[in-house]
């Protein structure tokens, strides 16, 4: 079945550093959608990717789909201490209304003043 | 957008027992889904409920253990059952992150409900 990785799993990284997670489909994609969950928290959506090759930014965080539609990452920039969560790719293989979103393993930031 | 309310938010429950999770959204909605977060894990889909017709569950859950009731298109409730302590977990139901040819839509969660078994 379809399988979708995120690496790495953990990142510490000092205030103002970048941060990057990176996302692995064993299957192509039709579209990839990426969400952050705060500690304690539910998932929350942040954006999502359709075309081959896409990129989209948000602030300080851009978001980029690979051109085999098998791989997406997520770059913050100069990380802030409220950039602290758990991000998760997740990934569609169809294009039904039935189809399923699969969530990645996740990447935990955490942020050191 | 979609609002939904998940309860209860926490509970600690005796091995052999029985927890009924409900799920309310704030629209109509023909697919609710139902995922479990282990600690530190990502989301499992655990099943899709349909109004009006059986829920579709994924490999490695079973009606069962999981029941699940769909009676109207706002409110779904899971039922963990005959729980032991693996079933300590984060349950949390989820709408929309319906599929298309324009990519799909967002999905929206519940705050999630914290069970631990003892």
């Known amino acids: 079945g379809q399988q979708v990785m995120q690496i790495p799993q953990y990142q510490h990284v000092q205030e103002g550093e970048d941060f990057t997670t990176y996302c692995n489909s064993s299957t192509t994609l039709s579209n990839i959608q990426w969400y952050k969950q705060r500690p304690g928290g539910h998932p929350v959506f942040l954006i999502q990717?359709?075309?081959?090759?896409e990129v989209k930014k948000q602030k300080r965080l851009t978001f980029q789909f690979g051109e085999a539609k098998k791989n997406s990452s997520l770059h913050i920039t100069a990380t802030q201490t409220t950039d602290v969560g758990t991000y998760f790719c997740a990934g569609r293989e169809g294009y039904s209304s039935a189809s399923k979103i699969i969530f990645g393993s996740g990447t935990r930031l955490s942020i050191r003043p | 957008s979609a609002v939904i309310s998940q309860k209860p938010s926490r509970d600690i429950c005796q091995r052999g027992t029985s927890l009924t999770i409900q799920c309310q959204v704030d629209s109509q909605v023909t697919m609710m889904f139902w995922y479990r977060q282990q600690p530190g894990q990502s989301l499992t889909l655990i099943a899709t409920?349909?109004?009006?017709?059986?829920?579709?569950?994924e490999s490695g859950f079973v009606i069962d253990k999981f029941p699940i009731s769909r009676p109207n298109l706002t409110f779904s409730t899971l039922t963990v059952s005959n729980m032991s302590p693996e079933d300590s977990s984060i349950y949390l139901c989820?709408?929309?992150?319906?599929?298309?040819?324009?990519?799909?839509?967002?999905?929206?969660f519940g705050q999630g409900t914290r069970l631990t078994v003892v």
């Open positions: 989820s709408v929309g992150g319906g599929g298309g040819r324009a990519g799909g839509t967002e999905a929206f």
């Open positions: 409920a349909n109004q009006g017709s059986e829920a579709t569950y």
């Open positions: 990717l359709v075309k081959s090759g």
